[in-house]
């Protein structure tokens, strides 16, 4: 058996049971901790490896994933530092599946612990039997359900906050199924699975528990974009380390927690060699609740950054799923400046390191903490916010390196501007059957700062809307909070129709395609067009920075269809075949 070192927790409950709590060198609550002095860009960017399947199972392939507490060193000098993740890695493997091809999935945490690496917080909701309708039962302190995120599909397959087991088998009041049927019906993306339990969320991801989750489809090969080991994924963090290699996370809930160390593909602020060629980026912002503004600036090896020199264009060609309308370029005098990634938020980019042979890029981040759409200027701390764990500033993220090969490279993927891109129409607003003011606010509630939806706890009675299967609504998302909230919603899709202060601005051009997740500043109105579709059931939408969705930043919807409870079948299956399926694949690329 391999020897965990023991967590800070769990040395701190081991020792107050024999009476030396006093005497150990560090002390609880929510004061604010700083990494040791790491030194940047030593060592070089993993890469995380594709997961094969187990076999099959009723004509599908057939994954099962076990999740593990394990040991993985993340810097030359930092030791070892105890994580969860998928197989026993940080990130977990690559989930790769083509449209169309339905997969199975099974998550199995018996190899858990019983204790969490990170105090729970029993102010929380769903850390108690109360915060559950119709369900006495246990709520163990170490349970896991995985979502995976962006996926058209039912209820029971969805990975929902109170569809958590535990590692001994208990299971919460949502909890259907223990494989997941994944009919992957829907336009390509790069997206991510992790952790939703309710109440731990926050804590579950941020102990390691998440990976890519990639569907490809025949348009995009056609393509001819950047593909094998130039078809890089990068997933951004960011923690905060001890001095023993431990993660540090508050004792006590915090509504913003940020760490001050860059951790992307599971190791602290990497490098990657490159040959100066074209590169397909996969960029998924796994951070529990940091917004980043990217850019490349050169470096000169003497800390000096120059971000409006001869630097690469990023040529942004898909938003969170399927295709942007139109590529964006982003840099110096292009379409964009710089790219902004709020929590759970992706972008898919193609770089060209043509003609800069032996320089070297850092990817750098002026991001503001806690975000509020704006920028960090000075690159010291973002804006105050008396709740707040740590408002580092995390200026630097990971380095490319231009290799000199002493001969010609050959490239012969296509270059960025001249791709024609295959992007399907969104659902037309003026279809709209309703149009529903969303509002997201704040209160205090058990002492603890809580940020809600159209002014309701997750656990308030009701849902916020019942949408008809097949139909078109436009939600408007009305901020009248101090931060920005990034809402995704399970199940669907959506195009940006309009922002700022009336929702009648237009959207970034890098919103224009097909999109899950969407920032919503302070004072600012997000239009969104969605079209509900393929399955019936009860689903959450929700901010995704995870200390918000932990404490009450949820709500559920119901799509329903034929009559008023959305039961023309049985509820959560999908129109069409007996077997589940449609008798046509959904529209997509």
């Given amino acids: 058996m391999t020897d965990i070192r023991l967590s800070r927790r769990r040395l701190l409950q081991t020792s107050a049971a024999l009476g030396l709590a006093g005497s150990l060198p560090w002390g609880t609550g929510t004061a604010s901790a700083s990494s040791p002095d790491l030194k940047k860009f030593v060592q070089p960017l993993p890469i995380p490896s594709v997961r094969e399947p187990d076999g099959r199972r009723k004509g599908a392939a057939y994954y099962e994933i076990p999740l593990r507490e394990f040991e993985q060193q993340v810097h030359p000098d930092l030791p070892p530092t105890t994580f969860w993740g998928f197989d026993g890695t940080v990130p977990g493997p690559i989930i790769k599946a083509r449209r169309n091809e339905r997969i199975k999935l099974r998550f199995d945490n018996s190899e858990l612990p ?21 369900y006495d039962g246990p709520v163990p302190e170490v349970r896991t359900v995985v979502h995976q995120h962006g996926l058209n599909v039912e209820w029971q397959s969805d990975g929902q906050a109170a569809a958590w087991t535990s590692p001994d088998g208990v299971t919460g009041p949502r909890f259907e199924k223990h494989v997941h049927d994944l009919p992957n019906r829907q336009s390509r993306m790069t997206a991510t699975y ?7 969320s926050r804590l579950n991801n941020y102990a390691g528990l998440s990976g890519f989750y990639i569907i490809e ?153 806690p975000f509020t759409g704006g920028r960090d200027v000075d690159g010291g701390h973002g804006g105050h916010d008396s709740d707040t764990e740590s408002d580092t500033h995390l200026g630097e993220i990971m380095q490319f390196r231009v290799t000199e090969p002493g001969y010609e490279v050959t490239d012969d993927s296509a270059h960025p501007r001249t791709l024609e891109l295959p992007t399907q129409p969104g659902p037309n607003p003026r279809a709209a059957k309703e149009t529903r003011h969303m509002t997201l606010g704040m209160r205090m509630q058990n002492g603890l700062r809580t940020h809600v939806l ?96 932990d404490q009450s930043m949820m709500r559920p919807f119901e799509v329903v269809a034929g009559n008023a409870d959305g039961r023309n079948r049985d509820e959560g299956s999908e129109v069409g075949g007996g077997d589940g399926t449609r008798g046509e694949p959904s529209t997509g690329v």
């Avoid at 939600?475 to 700022?500: A, C, D, K, Q």
């Avoid at 997740?517 to 969104?528: A, K, L």
């Fill in 114 to 134: 019983s204790d969490h690496l990170f105090e729970v917080d029993e102010r929380v909701g769903g850390t108690s039997p109360e915060d559950y309708d119709d």
């Fill in 194 to 200: 992790h952790d939703h339990a309710l109440g731990i």
């Fill in 217 to 369: 489809s025949p348009r995009e090969k056609r393509l001819n974009l950047p593909s094998g080991e130039y078809d890089v994924p990068l997933l951004l963090q960011d923690k905060t380390f001890e001095a023993d290699g431990s993660l540090h996370y508050p004792d006590e809930f915090v509504a913003n927690f940020a760490g001050d160390t860059a951790f992307v593909n599971g190791a602290v602020w990497p490098y990657m060699e490159v040959e100066p060629r074209r590169y397909r980026f996969r960029l998924v912002n796994q951070s529990n609740g940091r917004t980043f503004d990217l850019a490349l600036a050169s470096d000169y090896g003497d800390g000096h950054e120059d971000h409006e020199a001869d630097v690469p264009l990023l040529y942004q060609f898909a938003p969170d799923q399927g295709f942007l309308e139109d590529i964006v370029s982003i840099g110096p005098g292009s379409d964009l400046d710089s790219l902004v990634l709020a929590p759970f938020e992706r972008a898919e980019v193609v770089v060209d390191f043509a003609g800069h042979a032996g320089e070297t890029f850092t990817v750098t981040n002026s991001a503001e903490f």
């Fill in 454 to 549: 159209n002014g309701k706890t997750f656990d308030a009675e009701g849902v916020d809307a019942k949408p008809q299967l097949g139909t078109t609504e436009v939600w408007e998302l009305e901020n009248n909070s101090m931060h920005t909230h990034p809402i995704h919603l399970h199940l669907v899709t959506f195009r940006v129709i309009g922002r700022g202060p009336g929702g009648m601005a237009a959207p970034h051009p890098n919103e224009r395609g097909p999109k899950d997740v969407v920032r919503v500043n302070p004072g600012e109105t997000v239009r969104i067009a969605v079209q509900f579709g393929d399955f019936t059931g009860t689903y959450p939408w929700h901010c995704h920075i995870l200390e918000h969705e």
